[in-house]
Structure formats: structure tokens, C-alpha cells
């Protein structure tokens, strides 16, 4: 039997089909690699009844010749979904041991088409963070270390879980959020294949709320083909979220291994930054080197209000948590820390159950929306994010197709090493990434080579909106070129 | 009409005349099924959290999807107010913290409303009118309810009515005196209870008020104001006011100056008091919700509306005056409330000669049938005497086979025992006689028992009105009136 749990997506589904395997046996060396990995720290709650129920229910369906699309794939879901009678926290202290009575309409429409839940994925508290280090569940190790060195690193974030568990092996696949680059920038750190859709592609009802006008879920996988299939059950439009969209899913797979001859790539020339590392540097004019191999056309482009996109995401994000994260007030679920008015009620649930990180975000964000300073700064980075959102309008009305970046400006760093006195050191992660949730455009992060230490490198690809197929035809072409990247594993013996 | 404007009533203070200004914001539960961002019902009075979905309990990941039907709801008070519509408006998140509030902000609509400018005319009395500016009108949620009587250690909250859309009306400080914030309220109240669009009922609070009151000189610079919150009587509502006002001119008077502040009405001491002030007011961080698209219609949506809009108060009224020579007053009586209207339109179609009758049916439905219910404390909706029962002993006047006075014998045996007026009339011989020889023969016999009595009236002509009385009396008031008072002239000789 061929080793369960580093086949990709599309590799079980045709031996699940060819009955080499079950979708058990499948489930079974997953939750094994699971608990052999508990020191990566990527799993917060593991359901290994609940899995072994979905994945013997499955295999009844397989053997009626009823399998869906993804018909008994084992998938780790990030804890910012909610999933029904399954503790679902946002790694979030204010969430406690909050169970949902509700499923989130992208999980439900994962189990609908048949994939198998192993347990919830760590990730950044409320999805605020870029190394996944501020969950009330510690931090994540990326399972990638720097050669020759036990140096604990970050997986990235706030995905950390979702990226850490998919490069492991410990889940065919994750879903995942990104606000501010929360898919794409722990893919990078990876070597794994993280897409940001369109806004308005995935529902976001059933999802813990970060910044509403930022979030989309999208999926984390080993392949591009792997992420394609994935998407394509993960999206659609949903009644319940009036942002989602009303369009026809495509089927993203048939893009995989499509021309891209005669496509225009765009290289924005605001994405060279100073002092960027030559390695960065490297890779991407590397990428841009494959994709015209490939037959596309490279075109240098101009996005000149790329360097206001973080200092404006930076007002935008933190001004609608600060809201969103209004109902964590220990009066109907979670936490509550009581005290002698309903006044002390909220302060001591809030004082305790939110962690730094979040209690920066929701202050700064109260404190941009305050009379006074409401037009000088939300008003004015709304007024930004239209001028970005119209630079891209502009780059993609003279013919491009899709922009090539690198996907972040270095490679995974050491857990503790970063942001520590200065959050803005963190929140520089991002700088590549935040642009296009600002503009509601798809990415897409794929693996495509190291640094001097041997640690994986990723390349970021911007599309229109609405055409992520475009997207996993480039990626295929830097997967194919670049080839893909595993980790050694050196966190425990596989059962 | 050729109503007037009433010159503003002003109060007299130590240091002469003080003109009040006042300004409303209605609050109106829109009238749906479901409320305004999720399908849980709004029905009034259920067990307490029963009609709360997931959305209104502000669980995570929960979001608000558009209830049509208010916005739908909306408009069309938009339009019965004469308003601009807005054919874009956006949702706003106002934050605040508080346990009504499970998400922590209301979602309302802060610098672009559905609804713009209107006006509402008001009449006042002696054919007086004002005309009140309306601001705006938006849709916002409701709030829960905090219940402190549950137990000694906590409060509870009841989120049935968390998230239940209202209107906010909200007018110009056109408003000068107490009673025409009266007439306004109740002007306002009785459009969105013909439009059906709110049901005005005060005692559950399915329309409230927030008065804003200043004080000035007679054509000087507008006062600070204070905001009276949370008024559910269209009485208090002239208390506050009237209390308020006073209040203001004393401190201004004795020296002080007005403090802009929130005040509460104590409706058993008839006094406003101070709920807090301009240092502790909210600054709630207004901001688009951006779980929301901006709400769109196109003008035909509008226009569609329109046309099916019900007949409203006004439009009543002048039809009434005109169709059926009804005095402003009578009309305004009937048209104020919309069951009365109801009634009265529904009398008028069992008439047989509308044209004819129709003032006529106006003096009973007013005179005979409001009088009666309001001396029994009774609604229209419980009256015993029927439009169609009405109908029909407004025509039998009409057609004079019974007067007036038989008639309101009629009346009462409607009211007590029931049945058809025609059939009774008949059963019981009350119809009028108009047969000329047995008038004329009763007349003789009075006239030959009576030669005092004829030699005073034909001295004294208006002395004739006793034979009148005897002739009814004898005739146990079926005469007809006229053919006894004709006769009589001409035995009499006057």
C-alpha cells in the first residue's frame, strides 16, 4: 500500500475510487500522523470519532457509487469556522469552550460533498496575527527548519495551523481565512499552495469575523490541482451572506495544465522594495522567467498606491474588529468574568479574555472610528483603498492577466523573534498581500524555491476578480517548474 | 382648505414672552412577519428569548440578510409623508455597549436614510393648520428588553423585540406648542395606521417618541436643547412639553443657563428629569456595515408603490367635504382614526342614495353612534349597531318613511336587542304618516278642544309649535313633521 498521507488530493481520490483504499484506512493514517505530530501544535481540538463516523459513512456511499467530489479526503478545519456540536473557540480565551449549534456554510458544503473532518486548526487569535503566535493555544511550529539548525519556527499566520498541518502531512488539505494575507502568507512559509478567492466567491456565514470587508475562507493544500478541487466546494453563493456572490462555480480543476500561452503578466514595479533580500529578488524574477518560458508575455506595470495599502489596511481592519468583536461581552456564550455592574461585567470579561494582540486591534480600531479622528483616518483609508482597488482596475484594463509578486519580503523566522517590541515588524509580513484584500481581488501563494537556509519560498499571484482559474493555470506552471517541497520529518515517527 | 396658519402660542415668563421650539423623533415598529435582518417572528407577547434566531443573539459568524418587507415598509411611509425617496441608502453600524445589544452596535442609518424630506400638514382646532418638515425617516433595529425583576442578584434580557425594525421620523423643529406636538403625533400615527404600515399602538410601544425642546425669545436665536426619550403617550407627550418648557424659562430667567442633556418624563409626578448629560453621551463610531451592501431600488420599484398606496387621511378628508357636503370638521372627526373612516365609507356604500344621505350618515355615525360608544367606553370595533344596520335607518330618514326622532328610537332598539331596521319599523308601526287625512282629522280634533289655544296663536304665530307637539303626541310621533306643520298654518290661519 502506497504511504496514505503524502498522496495528494487528487492521488486519493482515484485510489479511493479504485478501492485500493477506504476512506477509513485514509482517515485512520491521518489521525495517526495527527497524534505523532502533537508537538507542531497545529491541531487545537482533534474529532477522531467524528472522523471515523464521516469517513465509515463514506465508504457505505462510495460502495452505492454515491461519492462526492471529495469523497472521503481528510480535512483539517482552521477554528474560525464554526462546526456544529464541535468546539469552536477562534483560539480565542473570550470563546472558551463556546459549541456552536450551527455549521458554517463552506464546512457544510465540504461534508456535503463527501470530505471527512480530522479535528480544528490552531491559528491566530481572531485571525489577528502573521506567525500564528498569539493563540490562546500557543503557537504553531512550521515544520520546516532552517538547515542544520532545531530553531523552532513560525509557521506564519494566522493560518498557521491550516499551512503547518498541510505541509506535515497531517491533512490532505485545510480551510483556511485571510484578511490582510492570513492564506497566503503562512502558504509561502510552507511550501504549500494557499488561495485567497474573490470576495464574494466563499460565504462568510458561520464565520468568526475578523474584518468583514476583508475576510474570504479559502483553501490550503499541497498542489495546485489539489486547491482547485478544494475551491470549487468551498465556493458559491449563499443567501444567508448578503457579500457573497451570485455566479456559477467553475470547475477550477479543468484550468490545471491549461495554456497560458500569449497571457499578459504583470510586474509591478511598487513591489520592489528597498532592501528587499536578493533571494526574494531571485525568485521572482525566476517566476516571471517560467511563466514566459510558458509562452506568457511579461509587462512591467505600475500599482502607485501600493505603499499606502498596509498603513490604510492597518485603519480599515482594526476599525471593523473593534465592532465585530463588540458581542464577546460574557453575557450570552464564552467567558464571563463577573462583576458589580453590567459596566465591570464587560471589563472583566474582556480585560481577561482577549489577548494583547486583540485588545491593540479592537483600541486602535475604537479609537479610529472616535468623533473627531473618524474622517482623518477611517474615511481617509476608505478613500485609499478606492485608489488601490482603481490601480488594479487600470493594470487589468490594458490587458493583463494576472500580476506576479513575491508572496512575502523573507522566509519563515523563528517563533518569539518577531514583533516583540515593535508590532509593526509583524504587521510588514503582510506588505505584498494586503493590497489585494483591499481591492476584494483573488491571489494565490505557490511554492516555488528556498532561501540560502533552506527554507521554502513562495511567489504570489494576483488575478482578476472572479478568475481564479486563471490563477491555477499560472501556479501550475511555477509548481511544474519549481517542483514541490516537502519537509523532512523530524517531529515523530509516523504510525 | 382655506385653513390659516395659528399664530404660535408663547408662554409668559417673568421677562415676557418665550416661544417654544420642538422637535420629534418617532419611533414606529415597522409591521412585518419577520424582522428587519433576520426571519424570526415579531409577534408581541411571546415567552421571553422565544423569538430570538441565531442573528439576533449575535452568535459568531452570524450575519444580517435585508428583510424586504420593511423596506418595503418604509417607502411607502416615505411616500405617504411626501417625501423623497432614496433610491440608494446604506446601513450603518452604531456602537454602543450595552446587555439589549447583543452585537454590541444597532444596525441603523446614519448619513444616508431610505426616506429624505416630506411634510406633514396637521390640523389643529378652529381650522387651523401647521405644516411639519419632515427631516428624514431611516430603518434601525429595535432593542431587547432588560427584565430587573427576575431576581434579587442579576437582570435579565428578553431579545424578542432585539432586532425588530422601526421607522425613525424624524421632523424639523417646526413644532411650537404642546398641542400641535399633539396634533403631529397624532397626525403621523394615523398615516402609518392607514398606510398599514405601523400599528400606532402606543401601549406596546409600537410608536414612541423622543421630544426636543428649547425655548427662545419670539424670533431669537435658537436655545439649547433637551431631548425627552422614550415617550409612549400622546398626553405625556403634552405634558412633558408643557413642563419642560417652563423649566427652561425659570433657569433662564433666574439667571442659569440651559445644560443640552437627555431627560426622562416621570408621568406620576408630571416632571422631566435629568437621565444624563452632554459629557456622558455615547459617541457611538458610526461606520457603514460592511456585512451590507448599500440598500438599491430602482424608481419603478418606487412608482409601483405609489400607485397601490391606500387613500390616506388628506386625500379622505377633501373627498368627504367634497362628495358629500361634510364641514371640514365632521370630516376630520371621521377620517382622524382609520376605523372610523372604515365605517363611515362602509355606511355610505349600504346607502341608497349616497349624494343625498351622505352628510346625513355623517351626523349619525358622529352624533349618534361615537356618542354612544364613547358613553359606553366602547371601540368602533364592538359597536352593536352595524354600518349596514346605520345604513338602513339613514335611508328610511331619507326616503322619510320614519323622522328623525323615530329614528333614534330605532337606534336604541338596534343597539339593545338588533335586528333588520326595515323589518322592525314595520313590525312595529313606527312609520311615519304622511297620510294627509288622518293628520288632518287628528288637527280638527286638537283645534275643537283647544279655542283658547287657537285664539293665542292666531295672535302669536310662534305660539302654533304647541298644536305641533300635540299632533305629534297624539299621533305617537309617526306624523310627518312637515305635512303637520303645513296643515296647521292653514287651519290656523297664520
Known sequence: ?495 | MNASVKPAKLIKGQTGDWEVVIGLEVHAQVTSKSKLFSGASTEFGGEPNSHVSLVDAAMPGMLPVINEECVRQAVRTGLGLNAKINLRSVFDRKNYFYADSPQGYQISQYKSPVVGEGEVVVELGGGHTVTVGIERLHLEQDAGKLLHDQSPTMSCVDLNRCGVALMEIVSRPDIRDAEQAKAYVAKLRSILRYLGTCDGDMEKGSLRADVNVSVRKPGGPLGTRCEIKNMNSINFIGQAIEYEARRQIEIIEDGGIIEQETRLFDPDKVETRSMRSKEEAHDYRYFPDPDLLPLEFTQSYVDELRSQLPELPDQKKARFIGGFGLSPYDAGVLVAERESADFYEAVLAGLADKARDGKLAANWVINELFGRLNKEGRDIAASPVSAAQLAAIVDLIGEATISGKIAKDLFEIVWTEGGDPRALVEARGMKQVTDLGAIEKVIDDIIAANPDKVAQAKAKPQLAGWFVGQVMKSSGGKANPQAVNDLLKAKLGI
Not at chain 1, 15 to 22: C, E, H, N, V, W
Not at chain 1, 292 to 300: I, R, S, T
Not at chain 1, 309 to 331: C, F, H, K
Not at chain 1, 382 to 394: G, P
Open chain 1, 1 to 495: 500500500m502506497t504511504d496514505l498521507t503524502s498522496m495528494t488530493i487528487a492521488e486519493a481520490r482515484t485510489g479511493l475510487a479504485r478501492k485500493s483504499f477506504t476512506a477509513l484506512e485514509l482517515t485512520d493514517a491521518h489521525l495517526a500522523a495527527m497524534e505523532a505530530a502533537r508537538s507542531l501544535n497545529a491541531f487545537v481540538l482533534e474529532t477522531p470519532d467524528q472522523a471515523r463516523a464521516m469517513a465509515g459513512a463514506v465508504d457505505a456511499k462510495i460502495a452505492k457509487g454515491e461519492g462526492g467530489p471529495l469523497a472521503g479526503i481528510p480535512l483539517g478545519i482552521k477554528d474560525l469556522f464554526a462546526t456544529r456540536d464541535v468546539r469552536t473557540t477562534a483560539c480565542s480565551k473570550i470563546l472558551g469552550n463556546f459549541v456552536p449549534p450551527y455549521e458554517s456554510t463552506v464546512t457544510s458544503q465540504l461534508w456535503r460533498d463527501g470530505a471527512v473532518m480530522l479535528g480544528k486548526l490552531n491559528n491566530d487569535e481572531f485571525a489577528m496575527g502573521s506567525s500564528n503566535e498569539t493563540s490562546c493555544f500557543g503557537p504553531v511550529v512550521n515544520p520546516w527548519r532552517r538547515e542544520g539548525s532545531n530553531t523552532a519556527l513560525v509557521p506564519g499566520g494566522s493560518s498557521g495551523g491550516s499551512a503547518s498541518a498541510v505541509a506535515a502531512l497531517l491533512c490532505m488539505g485545510a480551510t483556511a481565512t485571510d484578511t490582510g494575507g492570513s492564506i497566503r502568507q503562512p502558504a509561502a512559509f510552507t511550501a504549500t499552495v494557499g488561495v485567497k478567492p474573490t470576495y464574494g466567491r466563499c460565504s462568510r456565514w458561520g464565520i468568526v469575523a475578523f474584518a468583514s470587508s476583508l475576510d474570504q475562507a479559502g483553501p490550503i493544500a499541497r498542489t495546485n490541482r489539489d486547491a482547485a478541487i478544494l475551491l470549487r466546494s468551498m465556493a458559491g453563493h449563499d443567501p444567508k451572506d448578503t457579500t457573497s456572490v451570485d455566479r456559477a462555480v467553475p470547475d477550477y480543476e479543468a484550468a490545471i495544465g491549461k495554456s497560458v500561452k500569449g497571457m499578459k503578466i504583470g510586474i509591478p514595479r511598487e513591489y520592489r522594495l528597498d532592501g528587499m533580500p536578493a533571494e526574494i529578488e531571485k525568485l521572482w524574477s525566476e517566476g516571471a522567467a517560467w511563466l514566459k518560458a510558458a509562452g506568457a508575455e511579461l509587462v512591467d506595470v505600475s500599482l502607485p498606491h501600493t505603499k499606502y495599502a498596509l498603513p490604510a489596511y492597518y485603519i480599515v481592519a482594526p476599525a471593523e474588529a473593534s465592532s465585530n468583536l463588540a458581542r464577546y461581552d460574557g453575557v450570552r456564550y464564552g467567558l464571563r468574568v463577573p462583576g458589580r455592574s453590567i459596566g465591570e461585567l464587560y471589563e472583566n470579561t474582556r480585560a481577561a479574555g482577549f489577548g494583547d494582540e486583540v485588545r491593540r486591534r479592537v483600541m486602535i480600531g475604537t479609537y479610529v472610528l472616535s468623533a473627531g479622528y473618524y474622517d482623518a483616518y477611517y474615511l481617509r483609508a476608505q478613500k485609499v483603498r478606492t485608489l488601490i482597488k482603481r490601480d488594479f482596475e487600470e493594470c487589468f484594463a490594458s490587458g493583463v492577466n494576472a500580476i506576479l509578486t513575491p508572496a512575502t519580503p523573507s522566509a519563515a523566522f523563528g517563533v518569539g523573534e518577531k514583533g516583540g517590541a515593535d508590532p509593526i515588524e509583524m504587521y510588514l509580513n503582510d506588505i505584498f498581500t494586503v493590497t489585494v484584500n483591499m481591492a476584494g481581488l483573488p491571489g494565490i501563494a505557490v511554492p516555488a524555491g528556498k532561501d540560502e537556509q533552506g527554507l521554502p519560498l513562495g511567489l504570489q499571484l494576483i488575478g482578476r476578480p472572479f478568475d481564479e482559474e486563471t490563477l491555477f493555470s499560472l501556479g501550475e506552471v511555477v509548481e511544474q517548474a519549481a517542483g514541490r517541497f516537502t519537509p523532512p520529518n523530524w517531529w515523530g515517527a509516523k504510525a
